[in-house]
């Protein structure tokens, strides 16, 4: 599991990821710029797809809170056998190993990764790619401590 994230996180990482997806070079080195002590953003992007997995594999699934014992062990299991939870799960691993050492061109790759992997794992297009951002915005903002 990952760790929360603060909703400065999610709204920095979601900055980045607009950034890349706009190809807007200003933004992305602006938002890559850290203080002591504060995670640098490949991490927190890369932190954020993992969070979103998290949230969207068991769904895809139909596992959900409330689920009978024998019915989510079942679950489980057939997410544990599926092959785009699997792909995900060394996806996420991957960036996130990648991430702490990421230079910026690294870093925007990450970010299109995790865009890329939105856009697979969901019905989205490229035209809601921003919806997307926008949403995982607002949900920080409306819960102001994790997704």
Request: proline fraction near 7%; include cysteine; aromatic fraction near 2%.
């Amino acid at each position: 599991m990952a760790d929360a994230m603060t909703p400065d996180g999610i709204l920095r990482a979601c900055a980045f990821l607009e950034a890349v997806w706009r190809e807007d070079g200003a933004a992305m080195t602006t938002l890559l710029r850290h203080e002591p002590g504060e995670q640098p953003t490949p991490v927190l992007v890369a932190g954020l797809g993992d969070l979103i997995m998290q949230a969207m594999l068991p769904a895809r699934l139909g596992i959900h809170d409330g689920m009978p014992a024998d019915e989510l062990a079942a679950a489980a299991e057939r997410l544990d056998s599926d092959p785009a939870a699997q792909v995900s799960v060394v996806l996420s691993e991957t960036l996130k190993a990648l991430a702490p050492t990421a230079a910026p061109e690294q870093a925007a790759i990450i970010a299109r990764s995790l865009i890329g992997y939105l856009i697979a794992i969901s019905e989205a297009t490229e035209d809601h790619v921003l919806p997307l951002i926008n949403g995982l915005r607002e949900a920080a903002l409306r819960r102001g401590s994790t997704i």
